[in-house]
């Protein structure tokens, strides 16, 4: 649940809880500086999880927003151009039942990763850009997406730029994996910013996409050092594991119902 | 709070401060797979804590443990041998009153860092074991510890193996920190051992003291990578800048009672 | 190169590629404290690198190792039981050409990775230890080898114990993957011990295998960090994470002759 | 040494050191892409190394330079403002021998830190701003340096912004610790605009000061893990303990000659 803060939420929501004899797993709250209020609640008992929700609809001040977390697995789609590693990572997690979401298609730019996307038996989907304007790609990626009505779309290496209308179509909905430590080296080939800025710690972030691009709330980050030794392209490869793992963290963190927006930033509750 | 799990733990504890106008700040439980309940609150409001405490103890089940953190600092006595790193920094946080606790004095078998520890007017003891039995040498210091009546006794690579009589004057009070990444390489020489071992990351361990050497619960841990060129000497060097921090970090929780300890593990709040 | 110490030895070899019109690209060397000399040195030019190497042969004393570092990929054989990320790793690698070696076979000792495997066009054997002695299987398994000769054998979570007389036949030849920061918890059920006992960090270890069971030089080691909110099978889980991507940064290393064995220890060059 | 490549270098030093009965113990040598070659060779022998120095000197070609690592402390300035942690860490280090640096002098533009300063008999110097022109401070404090003719100025903390025609009286010897991941969030409130970033990783960066602020090379950076519970002002917490270990680390391989610089970048040999 989130929504404005009021003195006795944690004690309202346990009160029904206790009431309808369902038992508190686990319980982490979180109160913003604006004063907003975030609540993520594991219970469990034998009366219908839904009646409970409805009570505690009934007991809690409006304009609270309460969901209740499905065990049905998130309907996806992902978006890729011709780097394999983030897509054959979801792939691989997928069919071994570890991914927490169903990868119902790959739509790509290119046509590179459709043999690795359909040993898994996935639908892929070649979408060139060449020769369309950026308003008429889109147009031809949403009518596939349309078609999968996706709880989330991943964008696992999908190197173009998404403009602020396709993305309003999936509010907090597209989750993007950057190719560096945000908001250090914003922009085209971070790898080569970074050698030339002298770092000595790379890094990847998961994000949600906005309509500013590289600027939407982080889901998670992660870094590995490196010294003068490495090149653009050895730092770009190394960072690859980073990208993999840290959009692995990301999509888990999300497929479970974990993360909240606050503004931009995300509460990971 | 802590004791055996029952339903409605959470509920009650939250109607108590609801009744009594106090807003939950934060707010974090846990409980063990065998069955113990743990909850740290932080609530504010205008009525004395000490109020709402007894009346948290009068609703909720006997069996319960409840402590209210008071802002009083923590009295501690440190234990030193020689080396100077780790009672350094408690010094110079205890001086820029960043430590969370009262050093009220140092006791040492060796008179090497008096002149470190008196810079900072902090009384120090020394207590040779040279020609005294681990028993004899053990009273003399528990004579000074118990004019000091400290809430925890810190080892700040303090080198001589506790005999558990002494121990037991301490329950849950002695804080230690290992030059290893417990539990590998216990006992002696645990940097030698790591070089032997040739392994590529080293660690430091800060835990709880019970009558089993090297044993007690775990507070914090951190690593550093190394690599076939470091020898056991710089091993040791690099060693340091870990187990400083280490202490430093679990000393933090510590003293701001978020420590509570299951069996051998710590649950930190 | 690596053999014992002798007076010069950097000087003959810079010599010969001087007078051979070879540019040295990376040089690096290491001494161990035992007068054992280890050196790596990448160097380019238009004559033909075997004559170089003979040239280097002659001015150099005997009692050195030479080696040559070809282009040519390892090829090499994967063993593997029942879970699939360390092999789904190195499959998608090798896919791709980011491996540095051919998979020629996957051994295992049950059928669950056959469809895995075979995804990517590479012979799957299933060789059940069910009803065989441990000679008897491993007789088995080592027919298969032979047939394949690879120049490593990577145990990409292969379950079961290899005894001496198996190890034997690959020295130095056979890299595991280790779920825990070696040599903390050695044996089974690591995860467990290490949930038992408390630990804040969990880790992997990549190793050669030697005739006695986790204890062989280890190539490299991760880690991340737990609280007590990690029940020993979450653990387990995001253990995997790192004991792919340890193997991974393992074999990268093995691969590119960058690792050197001195006693139970490895040099990375 | 460093210079302009050419071939045979390594070869040449290499002779002479043969030639003169040096025994090389450790050698490290880079080439940037830009041609430019550095080395750092650790080598013992019982003629006098300047002697070496300069049979070097003339069997190299003309544009090297090279340098002979004395073994003699470096003199070293501290410059603060009013944070205590990174000059205490220095002092610490100083007073038990293990800074590889004599601290001649600390100049504060508050006289906050006198107290700490002079426990370590070391003499403070309080040249404040007020009233005066950023011309007028740096001259002041300028007239000081100048008498103790530091071979480095470490601001370990020192919080205003020096002018070019200052840093140009210090090339190359001026180091600095910023409070973030450069090259994010350069500027004021890095913890503060890491919040509002909402992050998941903080950082400190030791660099040297060049004419553009924030913009030196880059010489130690390290890391920790933050979430949503963290405040700004609980990540300025944080993050001092990594501007200290960050300080100190880069500090060590400044003062033992292993730090090269080339362009905007550092080579650490």
């Given at each position: 649940m989130d929504g404005p803060d009021h003195k006795g939420l944690i004690f309202t929501v346990t009160k029904v809880l206790y009431e309808y004899h369902q038992n508190i797993i686990r319980n982490d709250e979180y109160?913003?500086?604006?004063?907003?209020?975030?609540?993520?609640?594991?219970?469990?008992?034998?009366?219908?999880?839904e009646i409970v929700l409805n009570a505690l609809k009934e007991s809690l001040p409006k304009g609270l927003r309460l969901r209740l977390k499905s065990d049905k697995k998130?309907?996806?789609?992902?978006?890729?151009?011709?780097?394999?590693?983030?897509?054959?990572?979801?792939?691989?997690?997928?069919?071994?039942?570890?991914?927490?979401?169903?990868?119902?298609a790959v739509i790509g730019n290119y046509n590179t990763l459709r043999s690795l996307v359909e040993k898994f038996n996935i639908p892929y989907y070649h979408v060139s850009h060449e020769g369309l304007t950026r308003e008429q790609h889109e147009e031809k990626i949403l009518s596939?997406?349309?078609?999968?009505?996706?709880?989330?779309?991943?964008?696992?290496?999908?190197?173009?730029?998404?403009?602020?209308?396709?993305?309003?179509?999936?509010?907090?909905?597209?989750?993007?994996?950057?190719h560096s430590f945000l908001p250090a080296f914003i922009g085209a080939n971070p790898y080569r910013q970074a050698y030339d800025r002298g770092v000595k710690i790379i890094g990847a972030t998961a994000h949600f996409v906005n309509e500013n691009l590289d600027e939407g709330p982080i889901i998670a980050q992660d870094v590995k050092r490196v010294s003068h030794r490495h090149s653009a392209t050895e730092m770009a490869k190394l960072g690859r594991d980073i990208e993999k793992s840290v959009l692995s963290e990301a999509l888990k963190l999300v497929f479970s119902d974990r993360v909240f927006i606050s503004g931009n930033r995300t509460i990971i509750l």
């Open positions: 109160v913003s500086p604006s004063g907003y209020f975030f609540m993520r609640t594991e219970f469990e008992g034998i009366i219908d999880p998130k309907d996806i789609v992902v978006m890729v151009t011709r780097e394999h590693y983030c897509v054959a990572e979801l792939l691989v997690r997928y069919a071994f039942d570890e991914l927490g979401a169903n990868i119902k596939i997406l349309l078609r999968y009505q996706p709880e989330f779309v991943v964008l696992a290496k999908y190197m173009r730029i998404l403009s602020p209308e396709f993305v309003r179509h999936f509010p907090e909905k597209i989750v993007n994996i950057h």
